[in-house]
């Protein structure tokens, strides 16, 4: 299949991300946003106080000496999470990135009074104006993601790949999200004759490299698209991961990337044990009325107990035996054989289904985080038999086990049950290399969504993507 010609309009729309229209909109949402974060403080005190009393004129005198400092702090805060740049994102990326904003602003407004020794702006008023706050900053933010679809450009994606079964693979990875991130899929073409891949890049506003190209046509890929303005994603190796975070120490004139050795501090870990602790126990004691109906319901369901047992693998290669309400037919593997899940999988339950969506099949493992055999976030835990397997054939593979398994994670929230093993590292090194008290609180509020009932995302019909098996030549 030839590749269509851009049009002079489509050339000219390429240009959006930097026209002024697009600086004046990123410009628009700051003076809307700061606009917000003082309107919800000051609702809430005429919700709050009757305007009759000195108490009220007191605390919104309070207040306005605490604005400009409040107004610079939620400045910094816009630029720090990146909250104009609305370029391929997606609505859970702007409520998230308003939840942090939100937390942040009422921290700095309960700092601020303290600070400067006055403090008549009531405890009460703060937590109301934050939930006004985060309130309208959503909408503010899902309405800008809007607009911003139509200032930006619909994005052109070209992947580049090793095989036609690498691209294959790609492509049933990003199908989904393509036209939630506003993107056209032009195609495919291997990375075997770069001047040629050059020449259809032309035609491209963004490319997604595999990581199966070597690492010389990769650089020279880079370049070309940092030369070019491109849009670049890039399927990470795992050498790649290595890179995530580093401090640069200088040698003289020299400066060199050091990157230290996985895993947790002493005090990361002791303050992650205190959280696993207390955060099962209390998950143990308000899910009990529903842990006991699941294992009521597995029971009627099919024949067998409603909870088994598997051995796992966790921190530094440990065997643990993980608990989980039962979603397949009793003896499964001795009935069908052991091989990894699929969402066919004729050996899973009408209940079992259900259950496995919406990741309640997992509750029982709150036991697991209370022995200390589990975190509540982490990798994901493999069984002894497979980590052999991928440790063989997946370099750095191992490199997961610096840290203990975990209840969730990165790879349960944006992974599958079949996701490939190369994913589902590419995540756990991310989580490792990026570990912090405050990513773990996160990854669990995200953990919430992914707890809804999800759709087959292979089960897409759509027109734009009917004709999707083609190299572009």
Known sequence: MKLRQLSQNEKLMLNRRHSPNAHFFKLLYIV???????????????????????????SLSDYFHSSPYLTVAALLYIDYLGMTHFFRKNSTDVVSSAFQFTFLVTITSAAIPYIFQYYLFSRWSIVLGSVLMMVLTSLWSMLCLKISKVIYSKGKLLIVA???EDADRLYMKVRGELRMLHINYLGYTLADDLPHVFSLLKHSTEVMVSSMVSEIDRSQLFLYCANTDKTIYVVPQFSDLIYIKFRIIQFQDMPTFMIDSLGLTFQQRLLKRIFDVLFSILALVFTAPLQLVIAIMVRM??????????ERITKSGKVYKVYKFRTMVEQAEEKFGAYQ???????VTKIGKTLRNTHLDELPQFLNILKGDLSAVGPRSDRPTTVGEFEENIPGYHQRLKVKAGLTGLAQIYGKYNSDPEDKLRFDMMYIKNYSFLSDMKIILQTIKTMMPSRNDYNIQDENYQNWEFRIK
């Not at 974060?37 to 009393?53: E, G």
Request: charge should be negative; charged fraction near 20%; aromatic fraction near 12%.
């Open 341 to 347: 899940s699929s969402i066919d999988d004729q050996r």
């Open 301 to 310: 369901d099919s024949h067998g107990p409603a909870i088994y047992s598997q």
């Open 32 to 58: 809307v946003e700061l606009f917000v974060v003082n309107i919800s403080f000051i609702a809430s005190l005429y919700i709050l106080y009757d305007k009759r009393i000195e108490t009220f004129g007191q």
């Open 162 to 164: 090793a095989t036609p």
